[in-house]
T-cell receptor
């Protein structure tokens, strides 16, 4: 079955890099996603990576995918207080299929 | 205006009461979803609908029912609420992965915080 796991909490200082990790069990995943949930709001898609890619960079965000170890990470460079939120990784098996979410990692950024 | 709206935003009710949570969207998407969020458990899918005539159970449908009244409206009902249904409920929509990049972005409402006493 599908299972996506994340650590619950991460605390960093403003200006440092943050790395949020995720492991998944289904090797058939085609897309992996990072969603961000700000306080009092719903989730918003932050970035995604297709399973045939190892890395994707988008401004301050870097997504790394290790398919062999079924490990996904999100690196946020120069972390700001506005990055404080809960970050969820998610996977789908193919386009338009159901999302399976991890439990979410709460990122706290200290000034 | 928000593309996906949920009403009510907060609700406190008592055990055994019937509750309906409503979701409306202006994105024109065919697919709609109901999730619940519990701390540390992420989002779990309750029901989903791929179009007005299509309703499917998700991972945790027991104790819940849904109605897809129109393309834009998808409501979730708790027929007889119980305390372990206390959670944050989210509605989401998606466009069947037709955005061009192959994946399937879901758009979430702001959530309904439900407390069952």
């Amino acid at each position: 079955g599908e299972d996506v796991e994340q650590s619950l909490f991460l605390s960093v200082r403003e200006g440092d890099s943050s790395v949020i990790n995720c492991t998944y069990t289904d090797s058939s995943s085609t897309y992996l996603y990072w969603y961000k949930q700000e306080p009092g709001a719903g989730l918003q898609l932050l970035t995604y990576i297709f399973s045939n890619m190892d890395m994707k960079q988008d401004q301050r965000l870097t997504v790394l995918l290790n398919k062999k170890d079924k490990h996904l990470s999100l690196r946020i460079a120069d972390t700001q207080t506005g990055d404080s939120a809960i970050y969820f990784c998610a996977e789908t098996l193919n386009a338009g299929n159901m999302l399976t979410f991890g439990g979410g990692t709460r990122l706290m950024v200290k000034p | 205006d928000a593309d996906v709206t949920q009403t009510p935003r907060n609700r406190i009710t008592k055990t055994g009461k019937r509750i309906m949570l409503e979701c409306s969207q202006t994105k024109g998407h065919d697919r709609m979803y109901w999730y619940r969020q519990d701390p540390g458990l992420g989002l779990r899918l309750i029901y989903y609908s791929f179009d007005v005539k299509d309703i499917n159970k998700g991972e945790i449908s027991d104790g819940y029912s849904v109605s897809r009244q129109a393309q834009a409206k998808f409501s979730l009902s708790l027929e007889s609420a119980i305390p372990n249904q206390t959670a944050l409920y989210f509605c989401a929509t998606s466009d069947r992965g037709l955005a061009g990049w192959g994946g399937d972005e879901q758009f979430f409402g702001p959530g309904t915080r439900l407390t069952v006493l």
